[in-house]
């Protein structure tokens, strides 16, 4: 299958996906976009349309190493525990997961298992 077909089939699941999820004040979307290299997180509150919280692969405050594994499960992992932690600072407890479009596997899956062990409810 060509790049060209995946990323088509990624959007059509990203437009079927994105009718259903709209995030909230009080339940803000936590969207999850992955490259061949990093991985990137951020919360959005859709109703203001504002980005509340934001950790990726490189980001300057991660470590060295979460910048090496940004292609990899365990730097994702690092990411979601990284905007768990943040999201739980700013005072955001509970989210709606948006996986982008992209499939619940591999580097998505080891996201937000991170951020469910780190204390984000979704």
């Known amino acids: 299958m060509s790049a060209f077909i995946r990323s088509e089939a990624?959007?059509?699941r990203k437009k079927r996906v994105r009718k259903k999820i709209r995030g909230s004040?009080?339940?803000p979307r936590l969207c999850v976009f992955r490259s061949s290299r990093h991985i990137y997180a951020q919360i959005i509150d859709d109703s203001?349309?504002?980005t509340l919280v934001e950790a990726s692969s490189l980001s300057k405050d991660l470590s060295e190493?979460?910048?090496r594994l940004g292609g990899n499960k365990?730097?994702?992992a690092l990411v979601g525990a990284a905007i768990s932690e943040r999201a739980l600072k700013s005072?955001?407890?509970r989210?709606?997961?948006d996986r982008n479009g992209f499939l619940f596997h591999g580097r998505v899956k080891a996201l937000s298992e991170a951020v469910r062990t780190s204390g984000l409810k979704f």
Do not use: H, Q
């Open 48 to 50: 203001t349309g504002r």
């Open 25 to 27: 004040s009080e339940r």
């Open 91 to 93: 005072g955001i407890e």
């Open 95 to 97: 989210v709606i997961f």
């Open 65 to 67: 190493k979460a910048r």
């Open 10 to 12: 990624r959007l059509r």
């Open 74 to 76: 365990e730097g994702a």
